[in-house]
């Protein structure tokens, strides 16, 4: 590139425009010796769409590599994978075997029964259960997954590979071992930009570390935890786990020994921004990705078993053998590619030789599931106030459940104290035991797995020895008759349709819920199962739909301003609508004048540009699209929502 000056009249390449007498210009070779001229902030233009194109093309080449990837390594969520109650009951000799969702009874005893529940807070995955109480009865903790690095010669990090570490090892191959596994490298996923966030108004770690600076390097570790634990018990016995989880997240520093925590982890770090954002999320993520579903049953399945083993429930050996361990252990890769994410960005300017200048950043994240069960003592269940003996009708109404929630006027009242279902621990466990921070996760002594990286669900430090109740929790019955319980594809036939029993302020919030574009849980099939009834939690998914519908409120109002720029949309929108190359100083954008009165003629200017291509055309993450059409000096800007019809939001002259 150069630049001289002249008398003669070439034409600008990116414009097309002229220039005037004595103007200085920049020349490019376009080939056979032949040579290319650009104003000052056309080349600016142009070098930044090249380096764009350029970025793109790297990032399709890194899409295919990963696809082989995960392809080759057996990575990615499938529903074909959650375990079928099914099989469980015949393995348990249930006669009368109940379909659809299972729940446990406590007998006189101790025994155990399992029946029909419409209640999804009471409903158990059998096999989740039974490989916990396996592990629990071997172990003495709960099932455990870290996502590590790993060492070569000379304790060297190998950047290429990640090791899967199972505590037990036999995990490995099951389908617990699998969920935790899948659940854990697709947050690691999340958390760099592989996706679209699974909840609009959230930024990947990715994102949030180009706050930082162009060359920003770290490492960090990132895990889920089970912050909240406990086990509820019916009029009628029904046994129901409840809990809250999240994602912890820790800075990590190099040393002669490797990577090590941080004294402390800044507040502002990439990382642990991103674990509040997704604990403050986790219902509405749970509920929207099958994965991070399926790991939330584990841990319900995690919590039941250490009431189940410490309050003395008559369990027959069955109980422990409904899972095959070995099935799929030889088919399970231990090492998987490390996750890396590289985002090659540059400033664009024109200013005497100096054309750009490129930087790129590198971050690694390492990770696993810590849920943090030994943490609580589940010895005596919480008793519900409500009767829930009577059984409820038949299910012929899908989502009837969530409606019963709103009709009952569930309410979260103050705990009181209630009888004991079973004795206490032999051995008690002190409250001092408890530690301050719930989320921070503990390695029992005897691991050899050092710190979590991925999935703890330890419970020991946590004392839950007082007996709570919740009033009202659930709405109508918890046991069901035979039949009831079978949702599956009903479900989504009642969202669908006008019917089906649901108020419109359910169907809508549901819907809302399980957007198509931001959940993968239909492809769960006759394994689906709804959110809870419980009051406070819907009440949670409400207020977490409402900050999406902000979100998507304030997106609409950017984009039908003046201020939103294409090749910057801002951090309302996904990553991708942002440009990787930066013109500095900026070029001067076209002025935009608003005429409100050609808005307001929505059926004339749709007629105009019903031919017309878009000059702007995104889709967002919740399938909502933004086009910009252009009919000579005039600029129409639209949205169209997913499951609406489209709109013009705002029309704009030229000059």
Not at 13 to 29: A, D, K, N
Not at 91 to 108: F, H, I, N, S, T
Not at 208 to 222: F, I, Q, V
Not at 303 to 329: H, R, T, V
């Amino acid at each position: 590139l150069g630049s001289t000056l002249t008398t003669e009249e070439p034409v600008c390449l990116h414009c097309r425009g002229s220039f005037q007498l004595g103007e200085t210009l920049f020349t490019t070779l376009i080939g056979n010796g032949k040579h290319g001229y650009f104003h000052r902030g056309c080349l600016a233009r142009s070098v930044a769409k090249d380096m764009e194109g350029a970025e793109l093309d790297r990032l399709s080449d890194v899409k295919s590599v990963n696809l082989e990837r995960r392809q080759a390594f057996s990575i990615g969520w499938s529903a074909e994978a959650i375990p079928s109650n099914a099989a469980s009951l015949q393995k348990l000799g249930c006669g009368a075997a109940p379909r659809g969702m299972c729940c446990l009874v406590a007998g006189e005893g101790g025994a155990l029964t399992v029946a029909a529940t419409l209640e999804p807070s009471a409903a158990l995955n059998l096999e989740y259960l039974s490989i916990s109480l396996k592990v629990r009865r071997t172990e003495g903790r709960e099932p455990l997954f870290s996502l590590d690095p790993v060492f070569g010669e000379g304790n060297k990090i190998n950047d290429q590979m990640q090791l899967k570490r199972f505590e037990p090892e036999w995990l490995a191959g099951t389908s617990v071992g699998e969920v935790m596994f899948q659940a854990d490298y697709y947050l690691k996923e999340l958390s760099f930009g592989e996706y679209d966030q699974p909840v609009l108004g959230m930024r990947s770690a990715f994102e949030l570390s180009e706050d930082d600076g162009p060359e920003s390097e770290w490492s960090a570790r990132e895990w889920f935890v089970v912050r909240k634990a406990e086990v509820h018990a019916s009029e009628d016995q029904v046994l129901i786990p409840h809990l809250r989880m999240g994602v912890e997240a820790r800075e990590q520093v190099r040393t002669a020994s490797g990577l090590e925590d941080a004294r402390i982890s800044r507040p502002d770090h990439p990382c642990v921004v991103y674990a509040e954002a997704f604990t403050d999320n986790f219902d509405l993520i749970a509920e929207r990705k099958s994965v991070v579903f399926q790991l939330r049953e584990v841990a319900k399945a995690s919590i039941m078993a250490k009431y189940l083993m410490e309050s003395g429930a008559d369990l027959g050996e069955a109980w422990f053998g409904l899972a095959d361990e070995n099935a799929s252990a030889a088919a399970c890769c231990m090492e998987v590619p490390q996750l890396w994410h590289v985002r090659e960005k540059a400033w664009v300017q024109v200013e005497d030789d100096q054309v750009m200048v490129p930087c790129s950043s590198m971050h690694g994240l390492y990770g696993g599931v810590d849920f943090g069960i030994n943490r609580f003592r589940l010895s005596t269940p919480s008793r519900l106030s409500t009767s829930v003996t009577a059984g409820r009708a038949v299910l012929g109404r899908p989502a009837s459940s969530l409606m019963a929630t709103r009709s009952a006027g569930l309410t979260t009242g103050p705990a009181r104290q209630f009888a004991r279902l079973s004795q206490p621990l032999a051995s008690t466990m002190s409250a001092a035991a408890s530690r301050a921070g719930l989320g921070v996760p503990r390695v029992s002594a005897g691991l050899t797995m050092g710190k979590p990286q991925g999935v703890d669900l330890d419970l020991n430090t946590f004392n839950l020895s007082a007996v709570t109740a919740s009033s009202g929790r659930y709405g109508g019955a918890v046991q069901a008759s035979d039949g009831a319980a079978h949702i599956g594809s009903s479900f989504w036939a009642g969202l669908a349709g006008d019917g089906g029993g649901m108020c419109d302020e359910d169907r809508a919030l549901l819907r809302e819920v399980f957007n198509p574009h931001l959940s993968d849980r239909r492809a769960d099939g006759e394994s689906f199962v709804p959110p809870p009834t419980d009051a406070a939690y819907v009440g949670r998914l409400r207020q977490l739909v409402k900050a999406e519908q902000r979100v998507r409120q304030q997106r609409k109002e950017h984009f039908f301003s003046d201020a939103f720029d294409a090749e910057r949309a801002g951090d309302l929108f996904p990553l991708s609508w942002t440009s990787a190359a930066r013109i500095v100083p900026p070029a001067v954008a076209e002025k935009l004048q608003p005429r409100p009165e050609f808005a307001a003629q929505e059926e004339v200017l749709f007629e105009a540009l019903a031919s017309a291509t878009p000059s702007f055309d995104r889709l967002a993450d919740d399938g909502c699209r933004f086009r910009a059409y252009r009919v000579g000096s005039v600029e129409a800007r639209t949205t169209h929502e997913w499951g609406c019809e489209e709109i013009i939001g705002a029309v704009f002259s030229i000059e």
